[in-house]
């Protein structure tokens, strides 16, 4: 048994390229359900929320997903 996690939701440096954090996370969770991923945690930093109100829609879109968040750092 694994658990699999990303840390810096929704946001940690530079993603580059034409492509943006709503759509990064996106891809990764159509990836997760393309390949039958149960449950994948994320952990929030939750500053990037104060700073980015938008982000709130990032975190609502991986919970509706079914995947679950943790508190990461502040």
Do not use: M
């Amino acid at each position: 048994e694994i658990a699999l996690t990303v840390d810096d939701l929704p946001e940690h440096g530079d993603i580059g390229g034409d492509i943006d954090r709503y759509e990064l996370v996106s891809l990764l969770l159509s990836t997760f359900k393309k390949y039958d991923v149960p449950s994948v945690y994320g952990f929030v930093n939750g500053i990037h929320l104060e700073k980015n109100p938008a982000y709130h829609k990032i975190l609502q879109l991986w919970t509706a997903s079914g995947h679950q968040l943790g508190n990461h750092t502040y």
